[in-house]
């Protein structure tokens, strides 16, 4: 999915087209990294714990991104955080920058054609 929208990159530059680079490739390149980024760090960082002796509360990545979007990040109770006491800011952090992203892909261009016709 990245080479592809980074593909979307290389041709918006060869055509100069500025609107498609920064209204297109941009806020659709943050909101991947920001979301499967974020779900890949993760991953990573469940795998490189030692879950030993305690593998029954070892948090499951799928109930931290749906508690991302549900929740802003708050745990469940019970629940341990697999980024600690940080993940509640850093998911709200990456929520707030994938909210903003959203609009930034479905309104500028549309605008900005009808101005040009």
């Keep these: 999915m990245s080479l592809g929208i980074c ?3 290389f041709n ?3 055509k100069k087209n500025k609107v498609d680079f920064f209204f297109e ?3 659709q390149i ?3 990294m920001v979301l499967f980024g974020y779900m890949d760090l993760l991953i990573i960082v469940k795998w ?3 879950w030993t002796g305690v593998e029954h509360t070892a948090p499951s990545v799928i109930t931290s991104m749906i508690e991302m979007a549900l929740n802003f990040g ?3 109770p019970g629940y341990t955080p697999i980024l600690g006491n940080a993940q509640q800011g850093i998911s709200i952090f990456f ?3 994938a909210l903003i992203c959203v609009p930034l892909m479905l309104f500028p261009k549309p605008f900005y054609l009808n101005k040009m016709n």
């Design 7 to 9: 593909m979307k990159a």
């Design 12 to 14: 918006a530059t060869y």
């Design 25 to 27: 490739f941009v806020p």
């Design 30 to 32: 943050i909101l991947i």
């Design 48 to 50: 490189c714990t030692d």
């Design 74 to 76: 708050s745990p469940s």
């Design 95 to 97: 929520l707030v920058v």
